[in-house]
């Protein structure tokens, strides 16, 4: 049997402790809510809730114990939670997670990173008082067993578990892929050698994604495609006397219901391209952008049909890229 004030082993039939001295409850005594009776001993063993909590948590619960801050939850963020058995918590944070990533990438990346530091400051504490809840149940559900049997419930429910934990890392990363497959292309197309297209004096980067097919002569044809995500843009060079202000200003394929606006100016990577914006009144917004050079006419023409963000991220970098070999003469 256990002494039920500092716990620790004394001979069977004993009235005292030989350790800390105190008096041992007899079996006809009053049992209070945290004891339970060892059918065995004859005697009250009081099976107190810190030596359920550390048969639950296992050897590290002198470390979890002795300080706030939790470099394992600083290190591995949700993950360790699902690895120490808080799935509920795992569960909720992985939801509002996935949720945010949806909405703003960047801005769930920032709000998660300063979670991440404020979780761990509170971690230890938060883990202990949820195995606490826990082990209360089990004595509830168990309080016909023997103080030793009742520690083996508790040691064999709790500890970790790595299959969930691993689980979770593939799923999430394949979840975060998947939302943000667009934008870690971009990142990691930049980062390789990115195709240069080279029409007559014109070199542009064609963003990723974007297919080319070819509809005239000195005419082609970029469409990118994807869930929420539909644009496209059109290449022409011609032969021409004229302005770029007065071609965009008789460009025919518009009507007088779209909404223009005024042609302006925009000078892109050292040259001053004629530029306007239509809306078309729900059925696209469309960038128009024209130059001369070398006594050639440069239309580009970007079209968005359905956009959630890539689309006009894409838009910015093509744009961008413009560039030509030599100067406008």
Same mark, same amino acid.
């Given at each position: 049997?256990?002494?039920?004030?500092?716990?620790?082993?004394?001979?069977?039939?004993?009235?005292?402790?030989? #350790?800390?001295?105190?008096?041992?409850?007899?079996?006809?005594?009053?049992?209070?809510?945290?004891?339970?009776?060892?059918?065995?001993?004859?005697?009250?063993?009081?099976?107190?809730?810190?030596?359920?909590?550390?048969?639950? #948590?296992?050897?590290?619960?002198?470390?979890?114990?002795?300080?706030?801050?939790?470099?394992?939850?600083?290190?591995?963020?949700?993950y360790y939670?699902?690895?120490?058995?808080?799935?509920?918590?795992?569960?909720?944070?992985?939801?509002?997670?996935?949720?945010?990533?949806?909405?703003?990438?960047?801005?769930?990346?920032?709000?998660? &990173?300063?979670?991440?530091?404020?979780?761990?400051?509170?971690?230890?504490?938060?883990?202990?008082? %949820?195995?606490?809840?826990?082990?209360?149940?089990?004595?509830?559900?168990?309080? &016909?067993?023997?103080?030793?049997?009742?520690?083996?419930?508790?040691?064999?429910?709790?500890?970790?578990?790595?299959?969930? %934990?691993?689980?979770?890392?593939?799923?999430?990363?394949?979840?975060?892929?998947?939302?943000?497959?667009?934008?870690?292309?971009?990142?990691?197309?930049?980062?390789?050698?990115?195709?240069?297209?080279?029409?007559?004096?014109?070199?542009?980067?064609?963003?990723?994604?974007?297919?080319?097919?070819?509809?005239?002569?000195?005419?082609?044809?970029?469409?990118?495609?994807?869930?929420?995500?539909?644009?496209?843009?059109?290449?022409?060079?011609?032969?021409?006397?004229?302005?770029?202000?007065?071609?965009?200003?008789?460009?025919?394929?518009?009507?007088?219901?779209?909404?223009?606006?005024?042609?302006?100016?925009?000078?892109?990577?050292?040259?001053?391209?004629?530029?306007?914006?239509?809306?078309?009144?729900?059925?696209?917004?469309?960038?128009?952008?024209?130059?001369?050079?070398?006594? %050639?006419?440069?239309?580009?023409t970007y079209?968005?049909?359905?956009?959630?963000?890539?689309?006009?991220r894409k838009?910015?970098?093509?744009?961008?890229?413009?560039?030509?070999?030599?100067?406008?003469?």
């Amino acid at each position: 049997m256990y002494c039920p004030k500092c716990n620790k082993e004394v001979n069977t039939g004993k009235l005292f402790c030989n #350790v800390c001295g105190s008096r041992l409850v007899e079996k006809d005594a009053e049992i209070q809510d945290n004891e339970t009776i060892d059918i065995n001993s004859g005697f009250t063993q009081v099976i107190d809730v810190p030596s359920m909590v550390k048969s639950y #948590v296992g050897d590290s619960y002198d470390n979890i114990r002795a300080v706030n801050f939790s470099i394992w939850y600083f290190l591995f963020g949700v993950y360790y939670a699902i690895y120490r058995k808080m799935y509920l918590f795992s569960a909720i944070y992985l939801a509002f997670n996935i949720l945010l990533l949806y909405v703003n990438f960047k801005f769930c990346i920032i709000l998660f &990173g300063i979670l991440n530091i404020v979780i761990s400051l509170i971690f230890n504490n938060m883990y202990l008082l %949820s195995v606490e809840k826990k082990v209360q149940k089990i004595r509830k559900r168990n309080s &016909g067993l023997n103080r030793a049997d009742l520690l083996n419930v508790c040691k064999y429910a709790g500890g970790v578990n790595y299959l969930p %934990s691993l689980l979770a890392i593939i799923g999430i990363s394949i979840v975060n892929y998947n939302v943000n497959k667009d934008m870690i292309d971009e990142l990691l197309h930049r980062t390789t050698n990115t195709p240069v297209e080279d029409y007559k004096e014109l070199v542009f980067t064609n963003p990723n994604g974007f297919s080319k097919k070819s509809i005239g002569n000195d005419k082609y044809d970029y469409n990118y495609e994807t869930k929420g995500e539909s644009c496209n843009y059109t290449i022409e060079i011609t032969s021409t006397s004229n302005t770029a202000y007065n071609y965009l200003n008789r460009k025919t394929t518009y009507s007088e219901q779209d909404k223009k606006t005024p042609i302006s100016k925009q000078n892109i990577n050292g040259n001053e391209w004629d530029y306007m914006e239509i809306d078309t009144l729900g059925t696209a917004y469309i960038y128009e952008y024209a130059i001369i050079n070398n006594h %050639s006419l440069y239309n580009i023409t970007y079209r968005i049909y359905e956009d959630s963000g890539t689309c006009d991220r894409k838009k910015d970098e093509l744009i961008g890229s413009l560039k030509f070999k030599k100067l406008n003469n």
